[in-house]
């Protein structure tokens, strides 16, 4: 008795240790692993190191900056006083003069040309970004269709067993009647061949069952068992908000149109800076002394370039076509968006209305089974008319489960679409 009891103790904590380490996935689990482990996630890092080193340089044209340059020349003549004065020699410069010198500018005032360039690189890198996150999202579509491929598969096997146990039944039936002399064994046969077809095809999912798990696998980055379970999700709510990244994109490009047309009107105005020079040069500041000297100079300067108004207008005006060329793809994407919204609605309403009359077809052929169980072991029919039976109720089950997992799919399919 004690032995039985331990036993038994066993075996409950032996099935509960096996529940609980069975593995379940959720599909928002899916898609958030997806998500995080995709290899083209990690571009994003790229994208912020660039634009973070790019902006740091930008800045740094607030700094001080320098050059150093030289200068060596041989010139045909140099500039003479046409003039003599008794008792003073004027000395004539050289021919070939010589000059070293470094400079030093501070930007005052740059029109915010160095602003636009870090806010253009911001922007760029906003829009790089927003691309990925576009790809990114593609890849629910196909999550979607691995998630939902195996739930149907689960729900199949499931209904599979059912199927086994009505043959099964039969055979039982099938062997009281011929040992009673009134039916033939090949009839019996006849059960058995249908349920050794029933398990090939038992067999047959379950391997491309582990096929779509092994490719779910790769998509989420984590090795999945053949026992892994997938959570049945529960109906979404039905939005018809369009919130797709794709939006997102055509919003940072319009952004970046903004940015290029304030640099244009940035790089348009007047530049101010302090500059600071020193050198060495023969001749140096003093044109009459032919001797090598050092010298400095320093003051304000200022830079206004103006053939840049030659091509603001063209630039404008392109930037304006390009805002209307982002305008159009968001709307084509929008029109085109809704289209698929459309047909997956549609979907929705036929699945819903094909489960509306599942259940009654299933309670009906359920039971003409029934009376045909009771009419073969009564020997009233053979084996044939209680497999085609069995196979119309299996029919109408197997139906009803491809009804609820497409709803299922074509909701989250719509739900997907519309990114929300």
């Given at each position: 008795m004690k032995s039985i009891f331990f036993t038994t103790i066993i075996c409950f904590v032996f099935y509960q240790t096996n529940a609980?380490?069975?593995?379940?996935?959720?599909?928002e689990e899916c898609y958030n692993l997806t998500h995080q482990n995709y290899p083209l996630v990690r571009q994003s890092e790229l994208i912020s190191k660039t634009a973070a080193y790019s902006i740091?340089?930008?800045?740094?044209?607030?700094?001080?900056?320098?050059?150093?340059?030289?200068?060596a020349s041989y010139q045909s003549d140099v500039t003479k006083i046409p003039i003599q004065i008794p008792g003073m020699n004027i000395p004539q410069l050289n021919k070939d003069q010589y000059r070293l010198s470094a400079e030093g500018t501070q930007v005052l005032f740059d029109g915010g040309v160095i602003r636009q360039q870090k806010e253009a690189i911001g922007i760029n890198a906003s829009v790089e970004n927003q691309k990925l996150e576009v790809e990114l999202y593609k890849l629910k579509e196909r999550v979607n269709q691995l998630f939902?491929?195996?739930?149907?598969?689960?729900?199949?096997?499931?209904?599979?067993?059912?199927?086994?146990k009505d043959i099964q039944l039969g055979i039982d039936r099938a062997k009281a009647t011929i040992a009673n002399g009134t039916a033939f064994k090949s009839s019996l046969n006849i059960l058995k061949?249908?349920?050794?077809?029933?398990?090939?095809?038992?067999?047959?999912?379950?391997?491309?069952?582990k096929g779509y798990i092994d490719v779910l696998g790769l998509f989420i980055n984590k090795t999945l068992t053949e026992d892994v379970e997938l959570q049945k999700p529960a109906q979404p709510v039905m939005q018809t908000e369009i919130r797709r990244p794709e939006l997102g994109l055509y919003e940072q490009q319009r952004k970046s149109l903004e940015v290029k047309e304030q640099a244009i009107a940035?790089?348009?105005?007047?530049?101010?800076?302090?500059?600071?020079?020193?050198?060495?040069?023969?001749?140096?500041?003093?044109m009459l002394n032919n001797a090598a000297e050092s010298f400095a100079m320093g003051g304000l300067r200022m830079s206004w370039p103006l053939s840049g108004f030659y091509t603001s207008k063209k630039e404008k005006a392109i930037i304006d076509i390009n805002r209307k060329e982002i305008d159009l793809q968001k709307e084509s994407f929008l029109l085109n968006t809704n289209f698929v919204v459309k047909q997956q609605e549609s979907e929705i309403d036929k699945q819903t209305n094909l489960l509306s009359s599942d259940d009654e077809i299933i309670a009906l052929r359920a039971s003409v089974k029934e009376t045909s169980a009771a009419q073969l072991e009564n020997g009233v029919i053979n084996t044939s008319d209680y497999l085609r039976e069995v196979n119309a109720e299996?029919?109408?089950?197997?139906?009803?489960?491809?009804?609820?997992?497409?709803?299922?799919?074509?909701?989250y399919n719509k739900k997907t679409t519309t990114g929300n």
């Open positions: 609980q380490s069975q593995e379940k996935l959720s599909i740091e340089n930008a800045a740094k044209g607030y700094l001080p900056q320098f050059n150093i340059s030289g200068q939902f491929g195996i739930l149907l598969i689960d729900a199949q096997l499931k209904q599979n067993e059912l199927l086994q061949a249908e349920l050794l077809k029933v398990n090939q095809k038992s067999i047959e999912q379950k391997f491309t069952r940035a790089r348009n105005l007047p530049k101010f800076n302090l500059f600071l020079q020193g050198g060495v040069g023969r001749p140096a500041l003093n299996d029919q109408a089950r197997q139906s009803k489960i491809t009804h609820q997992i497409q709803l299922l799919m074509a909701q």
